[in-house]
């Protein structure tokens, strides 16, 4: 194997399938990723394990289904809000925290999700380096919901102090980028882990003055309002130009990576964390919120030079949650034995050698299982009881319910979804909460 690889982790926000060049879309421009693409691989068949940011999260850092570790939802919405006494388990093990072990260096640039308090932060949960937001960007006082939100000012945080209130959001990937490529260069000799999960291009979308050129005059003069909040629906226009942005982005981590000479030596794997609220899922149907395939199934670029096949599509079912096992063979680390995880190591898979170890994958939305898919069968169900059967292959759009003539098909996967809750019901985690928990502030 040689030296043990780095890997970075580039995580987008409300990015969907349709939403890259290389993945069918006309509406972006993605040069660098489609780029990656040709000199890596095409996860056609790449999965998250919630359609919402925190749960796909909490199963990327955890390598467990969301209500396994009962972070499925916040405690009194989908997500987890600001000052909200939940958050991932201290006890829970990362995969920073994994790598972390094995004697890597760990930094996070981004949007976290997994609790804002004190004893929740990134920096807690194996991540020697925390610069970013809590939680969606968003979560500030300019909500268009503001009968039903009442958010404080956004907190932007170095490790775990309050550096800004309420930041500049058009400046957030940039400064991310810039924070992400010194982390690369300060620890470009020895193994590390980067994981750099964009505040874009979730809703309000915003870009930095250099992609703000492109936008017409007219639609620059109506991005805030004379009450100084924020015009979601105009914002809505940026979706190219925030693409664009994060492209650039992803460009100056592999040009970073070539200039520092460790770049034949690095895995590195985007994807977003659900479907699109505002981009397009493609040829799938549904989007952010759906099990579907368009909230859950994502587009996904794999690089790693010479050990992953270049300019080939991979269409084997690989999921977010086998990263951790799959990093922790990589790196000769160990992985937590004394609790389900439900990850698998895919490296095999992704050699282009071996196929999915997955015989079945679940879909929930909050604390419901909605369906499962096994082989090219997807079953969807309400309750427990089947409501729509497709064929992936042949179906990918899920227009054609297939169920009443299917009734074994069904049966076989209606039993999965039986055994799995069974499951989760005997192997399950708690979440940790707080007293008195309070939005970050400086």
Partial sequence: MGARPNFIVIFTDDQGYGD?????????????????????SRLTSFYVAAPVCTPSRAALMTGCYPKRIDMATGSNFGVLLAGDPKG???????????????????????????GDQPEFLPT????????????????????????????????????ETVIEMDPDADYLTKRLTERAVSFIKRNKD????????HPIPHKPLHVSPPFMKSVEPGIR??????DGNIDYRTRDKLFRQAIAEIDWSVGRVLDTLKAEGIDENTF????????????????????????????????TVVRWPGRIPAGEDNDELITAMDLLPTFARLAGAGIPTDRVIDGKDVWPVLEGKAKTP???FFYHR?????????????????????????????????????????????????????????DIARNHRPAAFVKNARPPSR
């Avoid at 991932?88 to 260096?105: D, F, Q, R």
């Avoid at 925390?130 to 945080?157: E, K, N, T, V």
């Avoid at 020895?190 to 999960?197: A, G, R």
Wanted: glycine content about 12%; overall charge positive; some cysteine.
């Fill in 358 to 360: 997955h015989d079945r």
């Fill in 190 to 197: 020895e193994p590390f882990f980067l994981y750099l999960p």
């Fill in 366 to 422: 909050g604390n419901e299982l909605k369906a499962v898919r096994s082989g090219n069968w997807k079953l969807h169900a309400n309750k427990g009881k089947p409501t729509a059967l497709f064929n992936l292959e042949s179906d990918v759009g899920e227009k054609q319910n297939v169920l009443k003539a299917n009734p074994k098909v069904a049966a076989r996967l209606g039993g999965y979804l039986k055994d799995f809750a069974e």
């Fill in 20 to 40: 890259l060049g290389c993945f069918g879309g006309k509406h972006v421009h993605t040069p660098r990723i489609d780029q990656m693409a040709k000199e890596g």
């Fill in 268 to 299: 590195v794997l985007f994807t977003s964390d659900n479907g699109p609220a505002v981009g397009k899922a493609g040829p799938l149907r549904g989007k952010k919120g759906s099990t579907f395939e368009g909230g859950m199934r994502e587009a």
């Fill in 124 to 159: 807690r949960q194996g991540f020697d380096e925390y610069f970013g937001i809590p939680f969606s960007h968003d979560i500030h006082p300019f909500h268009p919901r503001q009968d039903r939100f009442q958010f404080p000012p956004l907190a932007l945080l170095d490790q």
């Fill in 221 to 226: 003069a109506q991005l805030k309002k004379e």
């Fill in 88 to 114: 991932l388990h201290p006890n829970e093990i990362t995969i920073a925290e994994v790598l972390k072990g094995a004697g890597y260096k760990t930094g996070i640039f981004g949007k976290w999700h997994l």
